[in-house]
């Protein structure tokens, strides 16, 4: 590596640890914020009736059948046409988390479809009530079985908060741009970028996988 | 808020919104076709006998799913220029999302590699094929047949990455709407009309491909 | 000599320190039909493998019609031959499995002449003759067109033995073929390979099936724990057992 680009590293560390807390910042709210709507959204997705599972199923097939660039775009230009002012930042961890919650929905109601029927007669014929049943069935199971695919949509958030960068978030890839403007070393710093994100997202990835030991049905 | 919905510039501009829909249909195609023939060798090579393979294979695709497929862009359109490797725009957007999506299709193919049973490979090998017959002939036709389901949503979800490409300027369907915004500020009727072209084309596709899955699926 | 079609002597294999075959000799000569006997484990399947060449053996050696297969002697040591001789030396015998194994995305037809085509270098008009010629042969003239999955078991497994016969092998060799077949279906098996008896098909035959052992071979040979325990005439065999592992087996199997 050349002297020039240590050197360029160092005086842009503050800059840069800055873009990579902006990063967990905005994945980490969107991924929790999207877990709690993805739940909300879920469970008349699986459980509700007619209306209630048509809007649900609406909600998540028009979320997912959109780009998550689109998705930002949209949410930071047309919500400030409709007056509701919100900072670049704001939008970009909205539209995320809007985003994974709709992969978390339906990753949800795969999960808790694929309890087996056998065990849900088993609850009832223990005399659960529809609730309990769910409580301490059909949801610890589903989340067992849902945890991998949740953990690959937290690497999925995650990669998709550089696109926040487009409305100007200066989270890890602005800062890059901003470096690189100043010093023209696109190549190193983009390759410096990409190793950030590698070991942010193989680190959720890692960290998924101990969990799922963990908690793992022996 | 003083500002009245008028669709008039949508309908005017609806070519260039239908260009850049095709165009991302086609990138992603393109993508999906190479990314399959470098996903077919990972998968194989993460098969292999051969630790050196397998251990080179398995970091490829641990890396290149690890890394946003914007600074993936990035890297090729604006850091490779500087080792004189320089690509147009489009080009360098294809070259990008085929080695992005190779590495998940590889990992779409080895979960098909290993679900092929091993007596169907021993029966080639007993009517005396050799191993490079048994897997043009008898691996890969079932290995293609098999994954055609992950393949398509594969395919729906690169269409929608193309909507990256508008970073670099490759005038797709998001480039085209963020262009219709900044000329006429029509910003409603621009991002809603882009949003129901994409779930509509996804829409679309997962109905067309899922009649091809059950075309090419094996006989039952 | 001229008439010896598989000579295999002193037959060693081991799963590493588990030794499979301890020393497994025997002689099959044109026409004869050899049927293998024992419990599971004992051996008779990986001795049929090993014959096909989809086993390694440590030690001895197995003739087919003539020719050492699998390893030769060179320069005092014994050597794996190429993987291109291995598929050759493949070629002389054909095996069915217990499951089948046929190719799920072929048609009963593709699943016979692929081979007939990409090994023995056929026609395609040729191959699709060969094949319609065996699926006759095997009772199902009119399902060429099927494929696998819309096939029943018994069905699938006639079509198996048909491809595997078509390639004009040596000695043909059957692992377990209706072990994986409902009750029902076990008999239209039993008879393609009765039927082939009768033509003088070479054949090895590893079966559970006491009745066809019985009435189908010249020879029986009952295996335990990696050895050949007793061999001899159906009658010699399954009437009058001199071996006291041979006596038990029988006891525990059904007849």
Known sequence: MSTGFSNELWASRFILLDGIGTCIFVSFLAIVFGTIVGIVVGLPLTYGNFIFRFLARAYTDFIRGIPVLVLILTFYFVLSVLGLNLTAMQAGIASLSIFSSAHVAEMLRGGLQNVQKGQIEAAKAVGLSFFQTFLYVSLPQALRQILPTWINTAVETTKGSTLVSIIGVVEITLVMQQIIGRNFLSMEFYALAGLIYFIICFSIERFGKFIEKKVAIK | ?220 | MTNRVLEISNLHKSYGDHEVLKGVSTELDKGDVVSIIGASGSGKTTLLRCVNLLEDFQDGSINIDGTQVGYQESKGKRVKVSNKQVTKDRALTGMVFQSFNLFPHLSATENISLALRKVQKKSASDAKEIAQHWLERVGLPDRGHSFPGQLSGGQQQRVAIARAIAMNPKIMLFDEVTSALDPELINEVLDVIKSLAVEGMTMLIVTHEMRFAYEVSKKVIFMNEGVIAAQGTPDEIFKNPSNERLSTFLKNTRF
């Open chain 2, 1 to 220: 808020m003083d500002y009245s919905v008028n669709y008039d510039v949508i309908w005017r501009n609806l070519h260039n919104l239908f260009y850049g829909l095709g165009l991302g249909l086609y990138m992603a195609l393109v993508s999906v076709a190479l990314g399959s023939l470098i996903g077919l060798v990972l998968a194989f090579s993460l098969v292999s006998k051969r630790k050196l393979f397998r251990v080179l294979s398995g970091i490829y695709v641990a890396v290149i799913r690890n890394i946003p497929l914007m600074i993936i862009i990035l890297f090729i359109y604006f850091g490779l220029p500087d080792v004189g490797l320089t690509f147009a725009e489009q080009p360098s957007f294809i070259f990008a999302l085929t080695i992005y999506t190779g590495a998940y299709i590889a990992e779409v193919f080895r979960g098909g590699l290993l679900a092929i049973p091993k007596g169907v490979g021993e029966a080639g090998m007993a009517v005396g094929m050799s191993n490079f017959q048994i897997n043009i002939f008898i691996k890969i036709p079932i290995l293609i047949r098999s994954v055609m389901p992950a393949l398509s949503n594969n395919y729906i979800s690169l269409f929608k990455d193309t909507s990256v490409a508008a970073i670099v300027a490759v005038p797709e369907l998001t480039f085209q709407t963020r262009k219709i915004n900044t000329d006429t500020f029509r910003t409603i009727e621009a991002w809603s009309s882009a949003s129901v072209l994409y779930v509509v084309a996804c829409l679309l596709i997962a109905i067309l491909l899922r009649r091809v899955e059950r075309r090419v699926a094996i006989p039952k």
